[in-house]
């Protein structure tokens, strides 16, 4: 068996009780063309039916995310993770025993197990295939043309880029700790590394990158963006140019973070929100070590890159709500 980098799945599972992957982000948009174009620019396969897309990575056979139109400010809907068959009914006794089972969103297409966060947003659990990466995943082969020694390509001969997969959500939460907590004590992610009350990433201990879930404190709930694995540093940067030459001229990057130490780009979406291109990430294995930090703000954030636009750090689904 291999997983989507195309390299043998080895990594064994850990036998923690845990989602090991997310399996698909849900959320909803005043305008479904508006998705439409900007996820196409981005790189996406985006496949329309109706009212809304499911948007899937070229070439690989998962959903990574639905939009659905709703005539209303950009919302996050809920998050759907992935979880082996074998946890299923512990998971749902443990739920049934917290007693925070909910109802079934009207937005769901599959069966699986409903309970809701301490920010109020509803989560899923879903029994399904890893689609988190099983061990650290190679860099694309480069792309410069055979023209002499020469690595970059002329500019007028690029490719497009097109991510690879889902690497991570990033959510808007008003209590990072409680956000936290629920996440280890009740999703079985672990604690990757933090910044105070600020912000925090969590990882599976069946093996992901450094981080499949992060929170940052805001007033309230809310997506602030999902992230994109891409081949290379490279590829990072010549997404960027690809989605201002796409019109979407505002973002953040190219840059690389300290904690996952990822490079990174960030594109403003129509909504507010943000799609990371991002490349060379951490991993951290089902059978590594990993003793989570708790960074100054100072040292949490980004090692180089532009400075961060005032607008990053906006919470749009919450200001929209005022």
């Not at 639905?66 to 009914?89: S, T």
């Not at 190679?138 to 880029?161: E, F, H």
């Not at 989605?243 to 990057?253: C, E, K, L, S, T």
Request: glycine share 8%; charged share 20%.
């Amino acid at each position: 068996m291999t997983d989507q980098s195309g390299a043998p799945s080895v990594m064994p599972r850990s036998p923690s009780l845990a989602a090991h992957s997310i399996d698909c982000v849900v959320f909803t948009v005043p305008d479904i063309d508006v998705a439409v174009k900007f996820y196409t620019a981005f790189g996406m396969d985006v496949r329309r039916e109706g009212n809304r897309v499911e948007l899937f990575t070229m070439g690989h056979p998962h959903c990574w995310m639905r939009v659905v139109e709703n005539k209303q400010p950009k919302a996050l809907q809920y998050l759907a993770f992935g979880i082996y068959a074998e946890d299923e009914a512990a998971f749902q006794t443990k739920i049934d025993q917290l007693g925070i089972g909910c109802e079934p969103h009207p937005l769901a297409t599959r069966p699986g197990i409903w309970l809701r966060g301490p920010d109020g947003h509803p989560f899923q659990l879903v029994v399904s295939d890893k689609v988190s990466p099983n061990h650290k995943t190679p860099a694309a082969p480069a792309r410069g043309l055979a023209r002499g020694t020469a690595a970059a390509p002329a500019r007028t001969q690029v490719d497009r880029v097109f991510p690879r997969w889902l690497s991570h959500v990033l959510l808007f939460t008003p209590d990072v700790s409680a956000l936290v907590n629920f996440s280890e004590s009740v999703l079985g992610l672990r604690l990757s590394d933090r910044s105070a009350d600020l912000v925090a990433f969590m990882h599976t201990p069946h093996g992901s990158d450094h981080h499949l879930l992060a929170c940052v404190k805001s007033e309230g709930p809310g997506l602030h963006h999902t992230s994109w694995d891409m081949g290379s540093v490279d590829e990072v940067g010549e997404a960027s140019e690809q989605m201002r030459n796409a019109g979407y001229a505002d973002g953040w990057g190219v840059g690389r973070h300290v904690l996952g130490s990822n490079y990174f780009y960030y594109v403003r979406d129509p909504w507010g929100s943000f799609a990371e291109y991002s490349a060379d990430i951490d991993f951290i294995s089902s059978d590594q070590p990993w003793v989570a930090g708790d960074y100054a703000p100072e040292d949490s954030f980004y090692l180089w890159g532009p400075a961060v636009p005032d607008w990053f750090v906006a919470n749009t689904e919450l200001i929209q709500q005022k």
